[in-house]
DNA sequence: GCCTGCGATTGATGAACATCAAGCGGGCTG
DNA sequence: CAGCCCGCTTGATGTTCATCAATCGCAGGC
């Protein structure tokens, strides 16, 4: 591990406020992984064996079924993933992938639900980090059920502006055929969304998206107050 | 409460484990409350109040925004709903009502948090719980996403019919105006869903649906062997 | 420098689904 | 029992989105 990445990953929600004991118990039963792009990591239906911490790179959560698949998520660092399957000793719903070159701390999934069971500190961080990515994906349904596309990428790119920064510079840090697959929609149709959307208030050069008229761009998007809130 | 119902609470996934003395302070914090038909028991956007434990009847979930409307959960008896809320006290992403006259157990939300801190046992299984939720809301996106709407509904039927003895007779408890929402469809293309399905092996009949060939049904639906597991 | 390959774009067509508009039928009320 | 209401169904039409096909533009390799 690079110095200044222990501290990045002890420092995550999920680890912060467990006991320190039980902190090193879980890093010292796990280790960190290079990967190299379009690397499958698992599979759709296997057993968890591993809790995932993204430490660098880029990976891709995605699901497929009779033929069609479907990005489900786009995971940044530094970030765990697929907690929900590791707790539940179930298979995994979604397969990943790495996108570029990545580091990955791998931790035992029995040393994850035994630590867990010990530490109630980490329980507590894995029922808040568990909640908050239902609510994630209550907000994702909502948006896939209530919304067309291009309404869906006006929301992203107001999301994505919050994220970094709010000053209405966005970068996309994904192709944007994976971004059209996230949003559930063909890479053609993200292109016309993004024609779409230069008539209300966007600019777009290659993966730089510039907002030049945000009360447009919401009055088009319709972010929900609640569900799209910021904090 | 009626007799026969505090056992039947009390033996919930999530307070069977806990300490009795702890489950003893849950139930006398909160009360039964019997709710008229389509009564609106929270919105979204408010701070959670109370854990909901609908007793007896029939609650619907939903989801509003910009004047469009879907149902995401139909909620049978005996289920908790809103935990996720509830743990992170932070605002209801859907709305609730009532579809026929219901008894809730209303747990006051601030008395959840308080509790779950104290016993490990009910925090374990709130974490289970919200990790069960998570895996759900997963396949009902990945549902969305990837599937059309006959195949939705097809699957709707392979799953009701496993949950109510998988003997292919299948009996809808809610209006088809409601299973079209929860769907993500309009009521007609619903009619035409059963419609098309009839050449796929069931037979519908008012709120009866027969499966008449499985192997025809499952070949049209394509259930997920993963996604789409009994267990 | 030029060729090549691949992702992004643009246009034309078609499928899936929503919407609009009648009818149908069953249960409830007077 | 008749009438009516309401949910469901059925058909006709329009919108949204996917698919197919062709082109553009840029980056890497020879």
Redesign the interface.
């Known amino acids: 591990m690079r110095p200044g990445e222990k501290p990045e990953i002890a420092n995550l929600p999920l680890f912060r406020e467990m006991h320190e004991g039980q902190r090193d118990r879980i890093f010292s039963g796990s280790f960190l992984q290079v990967f190299p792009p379009q690397l499958t990591l698992f599979e759709?239906?296997q057993r968890p064996d591993f809790l995932h911490v993204l430490v660098d790179g880029l990976v891709e959560l995605y699901?497929?079924?009779?033929g069609?698949?479907?990005t489900?998520r786009i995971v940044e660092p530094v970030t765990s993933f697929i907690?929900?399957?590791v707790?539940?000793d179930?298979?995994?719903?979604?397969s990943a992938r790495t996108l570029v070159a990545s580091r990955i701390l791998l931790v035992p999934a029995a040393l994850v639900r035994e630590v867990?069971?010990d530490d109630?500190a980490l329980?507590?961080a894995?029922?808040?980090e568990?909640?908050?990515?239902?609510?994630g994906?209550?907000?994702?349904?909502?948006d896939?059920?209530?919304?067309q596309s291009a309404e869906r990428l006006g929301n992203l790119i107001l999301d994505q502006d919050r994220l970094q920064g709010g000053n209405g510079k966005v970068v996309l840090k994904a192709e944007k055929r994976l971004l059209a697959s996230l949003l559930?929609m063909t890479p053609e149709n993200l292109s016309r969304g993004f024609g779409l959307l230069a008539a209300h208030g966007i600019e777009v050069s290659g993966a730089q998206v510039t907002i030049t008229d945000r009360p447009a761009l919401e009055a088009y998007s319709?972010p929900?107050?609640?569900?799209d809130?910021p904090a």
């Open positions: 759709l239906g699901a497929h079924s009779a069609r698949d479907t489900m907690l929900a399957a707790v539940t179930q298979p995994y719903l979604m867990v069971k109630c329980m507590q894995t029922m808040r568990l909640a908050q990515a239902y609510r994906m209550v907000r994702a349904l909502t896939m059920k209530l919304r559930g319709r929900d107050p609640v569900r809130d």
